[in-house]
């Protein structure tokens, strides 16, 4: 009870979460996912498309969820990745993760593990909140490039889980919260892989 209380702790969360709104195919569609991944079915199963749905809707869907656990996840041990400890955005001592957007950073550019969770958070959530990008109404379609993004997306989300497990795991199993980052990490790794959303070289 107490992992859980300190998981989701919403006073640690990194950023505000997005919400699908009610009575919108989207929010039914979570409301599914959830519901699956509540009554403990394999979660090889969990992520397969439902019969009849956009395959689009529910990438997004995904996005957005994946979007707000790994959030909350890093929002729980971020007092530990500090400019000190982490002056450098890396996977252990073989990757190091550069930051590049079309703004400020045209250039891939070296960041502190802080500096770049927080430039990969307000640029996730700028994309997800982009009605171009994420429709949300009903009957406007997604773009072409959609899953593309998506995979831009989730590729670096992807960076978070490997910071998070090589070098703030000891933070995460003192909290005792390490079943549930466990089960968030396998349930991402078998939805990208369900739908080939990240090239296997980034894994």
């Not at 978070?160 to 466990?182: K, R, W």
Request: glycine share 4%; hydrophobic share 40%; net charge positive.
């Amino acid at each position: 009870a107490l992992c859980l209380k300190q998981v989701f702790n919403k006073d640690k969360t990194f950023r505000p979460r997005k919400k699908f709104e009610p009575g919108t195919q989207r929010f039914e569609l979570y409301k599914k996912a959830q519901a699956s991944l509540k009554s403990g079915l394999d979660l090889k199963a969990v992520v397969q498309l439902p019969p009849g749905e956009s395959i689009n809707d529910w990438i997004a869907v995904h996005v957005v969820d994946f979007f707000n656990r790994i959030n909350l996840i890093y929002g729980t041990m971020s007092e530990f990745c500090t400019e000190r400890s982490c002056p450098i955005m890396s996977g252990g001592l073989k990757y190091e993760y550069r930051w590049q957007d079309d703004s400020k950073y045209k250039k891939p550019t070296k960041l502190s593990a802080p500096q770049y969770m927080c430039m990969l958070m307000d640029w996730i959530e700028m994309l997800i909140n982009n009605e171009d990008i994420f429709p949300t109404r009903i009957g406007v379609p997604f773009p072409k490039q959609f899953q593309q993004v998506c995979t831009k997306i989730l590729t670096r989300l992807f960076r978070v889980f490997v910071h998070v497990y090589i070098h703030h795991f000891d933070s995460i199993i003192n909290m005792g919260a390490e079943a549930h980052v466990n089960t968030c990490y396998k349930h991402f790794y078998y939805f990208i892989r369900e739908f080939s959303l990240i090239d296997h070289r980034e894994l």
